[in-house]
């Protein structure tokens, strides 16, 4: 933190005229401008990365309206208005994708939303803090693992010629896969959520139970309440709040299941069972060429997908909740 | 929060421990959900050391090991070559996303007395909630010419806006006289985010620069999408090839006059390449879970 001694005087009287912060709101906005012309080398470049990166794609989705051809771009391929839309909900493929979206959403609201809950009440009444802290070190990990990682090691333990299979043949059940089970495959999914995500969900959990004053437990186990009793009284409802934010946001995101997850499981699979709506996009689109209707149902998800979201918020608001924005 | 924890425990006389029955069924729970957990990643690292004898389904632990699925992975190159993929991403990636980041969060730290930049900042924030679609990026990332570069799985996520406001909310919170007696003796601002700000940042600076490290070491679907040329295959595209798709991998040979490792263990080994990074730098994030810098950020 050297400073000119040339800058200093020059200073020195401005400190005399008046408080610094106070003068430096001052001024007509040019003035502000110039004055705050440094910082602007600061967010120029970021603000222009979010321009081009966010906003411009969006005009991309112009596509939705047309019969895209790469080879014509933008401006050769003609308007179709609303065609592309009218394929689309007339495709039951569409509706096979909403369907299954729709399903593993809510099997995931059903078993994958209240595992953290469940984990951070077992975690947080273990006495021993280093048994603890031992486990959290596990099971956050697969958090950081990537879905490729996690859905190769589920391969090799419950796929085809894996781990269980092996052993199941060994005492004579053969043929036993359950990666590429079409019936059971949305729990798999669920499965695998709970498994990579649980652990790392249980954070915010513990941050709720930390917030609780001590004396609170104190009070309830001098009037006799049981261990049992204290959690059902006292922790639980102090994480009811946090809950019903991260319960409304899920409902929120409720046409986004695990893209990647369910990317790399689908060709196993096969559609019918394991195609959701960002999986659509991909293979209809990317893959089939179908650039104008594949846009069109992107566009429509995403339009439905922020409405629920803002929605969602809305409503975490009312509820006394902070929202997330 | 585990201050609080520990305290709540050492300072609890009326807290008297749980009868032996349930600490029997806890220690069973807790016991189960460990094993789910960790067995499957220790069997795959196990099996991937596996001599061929013991290469087989049903094998629930080798007692006979070998490196020759590693000796001929190294062999083949494909594996090898998206292994420096994946490092120079991550390592270019997360330098330049979080010189960016930080960057962006400095200038946009005091939107009171900057004009414009709470506009700024509510653009940025806007685009957590929307986004355009796979096709239209795919789409600028054609136009861009960065189809089939290296460039299209680092510059379009570039800077998070998550952490983005991690990094400014930590910023705010910086000693404001320090921050405001080296503007009064006329440092600008540049000066003062290199040598107050940053310094001052370097806890909140390692979280991110992990996150965003881990994110560009696990991009999967980007490289789908932008990368046709396997020479330019991030790790996660190769193991995707070679474990999922069930693809050959090239090469992978010890030597000539030997037969090859069994695929079995040449996949498992491709995983464990693929994740050993995240294992190693695995110790250092978990510094952060309990110092509360990780909960900050979890919660925004």
Redesign the interface.
């Known amino acids: ?1 050297s ?2 001694t040339a ?2 005087p ?2 020195r009287t ?2 005399a005229s008046g408080p ?2 106070a003068s ?2 001052k001024g007509t ?1 040019r003035q ?2 110039w004055r ?1 012309r ?6 120029v ?3 222009l ?2 321009l ?10 112009i ?1 939705a309206f047309q019969q895209y051809s790469p080879f014509r771009g933008f401006t050769g391929s003609p308007f179709v208005g609303f065609a592309n839309f009218t394929v689309l909900l007339e495709d039951p493929a569409v509706l096979q994708a909403l369907e299954n979206t729709l399903v593993i959403a809510v099997l995931q609201l059903v078993f994958a939303f209240p595992a953290p809950i469940a ?1 951070a009440l ?1 975690l ?4 021993s ?1 280093r ?1 603890k ?1 031992l ?8 958090y ?6 996690v ?7 419950l796929g085809g ?3 269980v ?3 199941l ?2 005492w004579g059940v053969s043929g036993f896969d359950a990666m590429t089970n079409a019936d059971t495959f949305k729990l798999l999914v669920v499965a695998q959520n709970i ?1 990579k995500d649980c ?1 790392w969900g249980t ?2 959990f ?2 709720a ?2 917030g609780i004053p ?1 004396d609170r ?2 009070a309830a ?2 009037d006799g309440a049981s ?1 049992w009793q204290r959690t059902w009284h006292i922790t639980l409802p102090a994480l009811v709040p946090v809950a019903t934010l991260l319960l409304i946001l899920n409902i929120g995101s409720i046409l986004t299941v695990g ?2 997850q369910l ?2 499981q689908q ?2 699979v096969g559609a019918e069972a394991a195609e959701v709506l ?1 999986t659509f ?2 293979f209809r ?2 893959l089939g060429g179908q ?1 104008g209707v ?2 069109a149902a ?2 429509l ?2 339009v439905i ?2 409405i629920l ?2 929605s969602a918020n809305k409503i975490a608001k009312r509820l006394g909740g902070e929202g ?2 | 929060m585990t201050a609080l924890a520990q305290q709540r425990r050492q300072g609890a006389p009326w807290l008297s421990p749980p009868s032996p029955w349930i600490r029997a069924v806890k220690a069973v729970v807790i016991g189960l959900i460990v094993i789910t957990m960790l067995y499957p990643l220790v069997y795959v690292i196990a099996m991937s050391f596996a001599a061929p004898s013991q290469a087989r389904a049903g094998v629930v632990f080798p007692t006979e090991f070998s490196l020759d699925a590693y000796r001929a992975i190294f062999n083949g190159g494909t594996v090898t070559q998206g292994l420096q993929n994946s490092l120079f991403i991550t390592l270019t990636g997360t330098l330049l996303s979080l010189t960016a980041t930080s960057m962006l969060a400095w200038g946009l730290a005091r939107t009171r007395q900057v004009p414009g930049a709470k506009f700024v900042l509510v653009m940025i924030l806007a685009t957590m909630f929307f986004s355009a679609g796979i096709i239209p990026n795919f789409m600028l990332v054609k136009y861009l010419g960065l189809l089939d570069s290296t460039w299209s799985l680092i510059i379009p996520g570039l800077i998070s806006a998550f952490n983005m406001i991690v990094i400014r909310n930590f910023f705010q919170g910086l000693p404001e006289e320090l921050i405001e007696a080296a503007r009064i003796d006329g440092a600008g601002e540049w000066r003062i985010f290199l040598q107050i700000v940053l310094p001052l940042s370097k806890p909140v600076l390692a979280v991110m620069g992990l996150f965003y490290a881990v994110g560009y070491w696990n991009t999967y679907f980007n490289a789908l999408l932008y990368i046709n040329d396997s020479e330019k295959w991030p790790i996660q595209v190769v193991l995707q090839q070679y474990v999922l798709a069930g693809v050959q991998i090239p090469g992978a040979v010890v030597s000539p006059d030997q037969p090859p490792p069994p695929g079995v263990t040449l996949q498992m080994a491709v995983i464990v390449l693929a994740t050993v990074p995240i294992l190693v730098v695995y110790p250092f994030l978990q510094r952060y879970f309990t110092s509360g810098v990780l909960t900050g950020a979890v919660k925004g």
Do not use: H
């Not at chain 1, 486990?135 to 697969?142: A, D, H, S």
């Not at chain 1, 950081?144 to 990682?149: A, C, E």
């Open positions: 933190m400073v000119d800058a200093r020059e200073t401005e400190r610094s912060a430096k709101r906005l502000r401008i705050e440094w910082t602007y080398t600061f967010i470049p970021g603000a990365f979010f081009v990166f966010a906003y411009v794609p969006m005009l991309g989705n596509v984990l077992l947080n009444s273990l006495l803090e048994i802290r486990v959290q070190t596990v099971v956050y990990l697969p950081f693992l990537s879905w490729v990682i859905i190769s090691v589920w391969q090799q333990v010629g894996g781990l299979a092996g052993l043949d060994g498994w652990g954070i915010i513990f941050a139970i930390a001590n437990y104190e186990a001098i261990g893209f990647e990317l790399l060709p196993m960002d996009v991909y689109g990317v650039w594949a846009t992107g566009l998800k995403g997908g922020t979201v803002l997330i924005y």
